[in-house]
Structures are given as structure tokens and as C-alpha cells.
């Protein structure tokens, strides 16, 4: 049975991640070592690659979930015809290296018939462990450097290649489950007190989640959505990884599947004034440390995405004997954009540290330093054509979203020196800035169109022309930035979400077809808040807030006419465009305000 993206709900510890169905069943997959496949399922939908479920004996029972409160605590109740329990699932927030996955099956009343069955397979489900018995209470699997150790009362059985149990769960009864994740060259995990770790966890997350504390009509849904992206940061790094799955398809069916468990760049700058403007100035002050640290080096070098711990070689290969969800193939490791040429980073990153400094994160010479190399670099590097922001695996072109980032690149440096006092060759910076403006507004704007298209001489429209008022390149009152919008509410929008562009084009040499992209449908929300057209503004985010599964998590792209989710899942892209527009919608200091004055008086977090 394929499972659909949206029945999952994410469990995790800020090192691993894992997806809970709806029918009990749970994926988890190892992120930090990615090139290895060290996990129980790579992608949804691939029984044979490995599954922990957990069901009611009665196919009838009645299953509801939520998170405990502001947590990452997920509870599932099932009632059926003899009684009633809830399974507890969640996993211990920990640094030592070791991961676990607990779950507490909780009788509630009478009595309620259980079957559990474990499927574990490595290397993306080509390895099928060994197991041995230690007591009666442990399982450990162990194949090359990867070792699995289930401990639980309940005695699992053999059968054929798989290990099931039936058992009973009466009314005040608790019986845990807790699988351990750890290196085979090493001793087992010790042995943990589920209990206890509930409690521990719950007052974790309990705790991080306090720290929001502004009001709001959509409290709920920002605060959800901050501690998923807590959930999609590896905690010893500061790095927040785009979707703790791979090649989950933006059409069901087809070839547009990839490995989204890295960071990129681009995310940088909506991502950081999420998080300051919410009052996490940690976590924002980590992730900005990350970002220097994954571009520190050759400016030659740059990539525009890393490994959560800032690794640069991440290859891309296909993996052949997966079937891909639902037939989506290919099933793709690693990510083959890494190397591609795209020049929206460059000022991602300098906008993300210009902010970071208007927020008051500690500073350091070093960083400017950096950041100076860079734009020594793409002072010449800004009139090549690239990939572009969609990582298209076509002919490069000279995309206008490209080019307005490579102006946002020179003026936050010019900005950076005239507030902070920096050194920099203004003069030579402010003449570049001015250049590629009046290059943009003459080649990316097409008067028959009406709007900026995607790329120099083309008629396509691209909804990456919506961050051209958010980023301060032109006013919202501006004309052009008006039939733009226009433009893309008239051509981009397929049943009241926008697309990227259409893929019927032959610009990324891949099949047509994908779901909306919801993060441009955020970006309109965006938009129409600056142009004064809030109640449309609120329409369209309240349309997007109901795309949320019953647990408020949100994947890539939406299919509106199949009405399901698709792409990776769950999105931190999506999740951090999702706050920033309530932010617009709700505060009185807005971000798309904010970067659009390049920083002006507003201030961040104010």
C-alpha cells in the first residue's frame, strides 16, 4: 500500500528525522550520512526497503493524532469495538552521537489487540542485516558500519526476513518500543528509560517553544512551523537541511525527484529573518555561522548548497533497484546542482549577513572579509549566464532573477559600509549596482509581456519576478512591478496557487508537469500585502494554511487538481515562507518590508 506524503507526521532529535504515518507506520532516515543510505527507507512508498509498523488488529479501529502541545511529541489514539490506546512516538534530543526512536503503547481502556512488524534494510534496501537475539528483550541488526537494536518487552518473531509480534494492551498499561540507531564497530546503545525520556523531551520542546511569545491570528500555525524547522536543524552544526527525504516526485509519476537532505544557500536570508523576527536568535546566529563557514575558502569555489556539516562533494547517483514512489524514477543520492553556477547566492549570502548584522549577531572582521573576496569575484562573474534559481539542467541562460541578485549582492555591501562603518570601494560598487539595474530593467522586461520574464530575449514567466519588490530592486508601487504581478495572477495561478513557470517549456530539458510550488504562492501573499491588497493577501494564505496536514506540516509543491502534497516533505522552504508572510500579514514591522529597504529603519525583530 502506497502511503500519501500528507498521512505522515515528523518526529526527530536535531540529528535524525523520522516520518510517522498515519496507520502507524514509520520511516527513518539518517541525514549526516546520507552517502551511505544508513536508514530503514530512503523515500516513502518502498515497503521492500524497509518499515517499523504498528497496527490495531482490528482492520474497523479508529485512529486520530496531534502533537502534544507545542512538541515534537506525536500521539496517535485508536479506539476499536474492546477499548481504546494511544501510541506515543518520538525521539530523544541528544548530542551524543546516538539516536533513538520510542514508542509507548498506552492502554486507555479495555483492552485493545496489537501487530507490530520490523523491517530493516541498509544502503537504501539493499542490505539485509544480520540479526541475533541478546535476552529476551533485545534485537540487534548489524551489516557493515550500521548496527539496529530494537529493546522491548514484546517478543518479535522471524519471518522471512522481516521479525512481527502480536500482543495485548490493557487499560493502564504501558508497553515501550525503542529502536537505537549506532556504529556496529561500537557496544550497543546503552538501554534507556522511555518514561523518563518523554518527560525530558517534552519539557524540551516545551521549553524552546515558550520562547515565542507574540500573538496573532495564526499563532498557532507560525509556532508549528518554527519547531518543524527546529526539527529540520542538525543541532551540532547549525545547518537546516531542505526535507529529511530524497526523490519524493513533484509529479507523481514522473522524473523531477530529488535528494533535498542538504542545505542551500538560498534559503539564507528568508530563513534568518524568520527565525530573528521570532525571536529564535540562537538558532539564527547558528545558522548564519554555518553559512560562513560552508563558504569560507576559494570565492572560485562557492557552491550553492553543502552537507549539513558544510560537505561539498555531493555526488549524484541513481538508485536502481528502488521503484520510486509510486513509480516515480529515477529514485536520486546526492544532488548534482552542487556544482551548477547560480548567482542568486552570492546575494543570499550577502544579504543574509547584512541582516544578520543589523540584527546584532556578534561580529567578526574575518566574516567581512569573506564577503569582500566574494564580490571581487562576481564582479565580473555577474554577466555570465547560469542555472538560474531552478537549478535547470538545460543551456544556461541569462536569468533575471539571477541578475537581480547579483544587485542585491552589491547593494547590502554598499549598505554594509555606509551603516557600519566597513571599508569597501563604494564608488566602484555603487557603479556595478547601477549597471546591473539598468541592464535588468532594460533586457528582463518585456513591454508585449508586460512583466519581467524569466530570462534575457524570452516571453516566459517566471514567479521568481515576485522577489523583486521583497528584495528592495524596485518599489511595489513601481508600474512594472505591478503588471508583473499581474501577469503571474493571469498565467502562473492553477487553481489559486501559483506555479514556478510552466514546465512545458524546454528550459530544464525534463518532462512537463509539477504541483504548485508553494513558496511562490507565499511570495504572492507577500506581494499583495505590499501593494495594500490585504484581503486578498489573507485569502490566498488562509487557502495555503488549509494545504497543511492534520498535523500542520507542509511538503514542497501542492497538486490541486489530484489534491494531494507533493515533493520532499517536510519543506523547510515552504514552513519558512509560511511564517514570513504571517509575519506580514500580522506585525506592524514586516519582513517583506524590512529586506525590501534593505534593512531602512524598521530594524529586525522590532
Request: proline content about 4%; glycine content about 8%; hydrophobic content about 40%.
Amino acid at each position: 500500500m502506497t502511503r500519501r506524503i500528507e498521512d505522515y507526521a515528523l518526529i526527530g532529535d536535531c540529528e535524525t528525522g523520522a516520518l510517522v504515518s498515519r496507520d502507524g507506520s514509520i520511516d527513518w532516515l539518517c541525514w549526516p550520512r546520507f552517502d551511505s543510505g544508513a536508514m530503514f527507507a530512503a523515500l516513502l512508498g518502498t515497503p521492500d526497503n524497509g518499515r517499523w509498523s504498528l497496527t490495531a488488529a482490528d482492520a474497523k479501529a479508529r485512529r486520530t493524532r496531534r502533537y502534544r502541545g507545542n512538541t515534537l511529541i506525536l500521539e496517535t489514539e485508536i479506539e476499536t469495538a474492546d477499548g481504546a490506546a494511544v501510541v506515543i512516538d518520538f525521539m530523544p534530543v541528544r548530542s551524543r552521537g546516538v539516536s533513538h526512536v520510542v514508542r509507548l503503547v498506552c492502554g486507555k481502556q479495555g483492552t485493545v489487540a496489537m501487530e507490530t512488524e520490523l523491517v530493516i534494510r541498509f544502503d537504501y534496501g539493499s542490505i539485509v542485516p544480520w540479526l541475533t537475539r541478546h535476552e529476551e528483550t533485545t534485537l540487534v541488526a548489524v551489516a557493515g558500519p550500521d548496527m539496529v537494536v530494537l529493546r522491548s518487552p514484546v517478543r518479535l518473531k522471524p519471518d522471512h526476513l522481516k521479525h512481527c509480534a502480536r500482543f495485548t494492551v490493557a487499560a493502564g498499561q504501558t508497553i515501550p518500543f525503542t529502536l537505537s540507531y549506532g556504529l556496529s564497530y561500537r557496544d550497543p546503545p546503552k538501554p534507556i528509560d522511555a518514561i523518563e525520556e518523554l518527560n525530558s523531551v517534552d519539557e524540551f520542546w516545551t521549553g524552546w517553544s515558550s520562547k515565542y511569545d507574540q500573538g496573532g491570528p495564526y499563532k498557532d500555525a507560525v509556532l508549528r512551523s518554527l519547531i518543524t524547522l527546529k526539527a529540520l536543524t542538525y543541532q551540532q552544526t547549525g545547518g537546516i537541511v531542505a526535507a529529511v527525504t530524497t526523490s519524493l516526485p513533484e509529479a507523481v509519476g514522473g522524473a523531477r525527484n530529488w535528494d533535498y537532505r542538504f542545505c542551500w544557500l538560498r534559503d539564507a536570508t528568508f530563513t534568518l529573518l524568520s527565525l530573528m523576527n521570532s525571536g529564535y536568535y540562537g538558532e539564527a546566529a547558528k545558522w548564519r555561522s554555518w553559512l560562513q563557514r560552508a563558504v569560507a575558502g576559494d570565492p572560485a569555489q562557492v557552491q550553492i548548497m553543502y552537507g549539513l556539516a558544510g560537505e561539498r562533494r555531493l555526488t549524484e547517483w541513481e538508485v536502481s533497484w528502488l521503484a520510486g514512489y509510486e513509480g516515480s524514477r529515477p529514485v536520486r543520492i546526492g544532488n548534482a546542482a552542487a556544482t551548477q553556477l547560480q548567482l542568486d547566492i552570492y546575494g543570499e549570502v550577502m544579504d543574509a549577513l547584512y541582516f544578520g548584522r543589523l540584527g546584532a549577531l556578534s561580529e567578526n572582521q574575518s566574516a567581512w572579509d569573506l564577503q569582500l573576496k566574494l564580490l571581487e569575484r562576481l564582479e565580473t562573474l555577474w554577466r555570465e549566464p547560469d542555472e538560474g534559481i531552478w537549478e535547470v539542467r538545460g543551456p544556461r541562460r541569462h536569468f533575471t532573477h539571477s541578475k537581480v541578485m547579483a544587485w542585491v549582492a552589491f547593494d547590502r555591501a554598499i549598505k554594509s559600509v555606509e551603516r557600519f562603518k566597513l571599508d569597501g570601494p563604494l564608488e566602484r560598487w555603487r557603479k556595478i549596482r547601477a549597471e546591473i539595474h539598468a541592464q535588468v530593467c532594460e533586457d528582463g522586461f518585456d513591454s508585449d509581456v508586460g512583466a519581467f520574464v524569466q530570462s534575457y530575449g524570452a516571453t516566459e514567466l517566471d514567479a521568481s519576478a515576485l522577489t523583486i519588490p521583497l528584495v528592495g530592486f524596485l518599489p511595489p508601487s513601481d508600474p512594472r512591478v505591478k503588471s508583473t504581478v499581474a501577469a503571474i495572477e493571469r498565467h502562473l495561478i492553477r487553481d489559486g496557487l501559483v506555479l514556478r513557470y510552466h514546465t512545458e517549456s524546454t528550459i530544464d530539458g525534463l518532462d512537463p508537469g509539477e504541483g504548485a510550488f508553494l513558496a511562490c504562492s507565499f511570495w504572492l501573499v507577500d506581494n499583495l500585502v505590499m501593494l495594500g491588497r490585504h484581503d486578498d493577501a489573507q485569502r490566498l494564505f488562509e487557502r495555503l494554511l488549509g494545504l497543511r496536514n492534520d498535523v500542520g506540516l507542509l511538503s514542497e509543491e501542492y497538486d490541486a487538481i489530484a489534491g494531494r502534497m507533493v515533493g520532499n516533505f517536510p519543506q523547510a522552504f515552504s514552513h519558512v515562507s509560511l511564517v514570513n508572510s504571517a509575519h506580514n500579514l500580522s506585525r506592524r514591522h514586516k519582513p517583506a518590508e524590512q529586506r525590501s529597504e534593505s534593512g531602512g529603519e524598521a530594524g529586525v525583530g522590532a
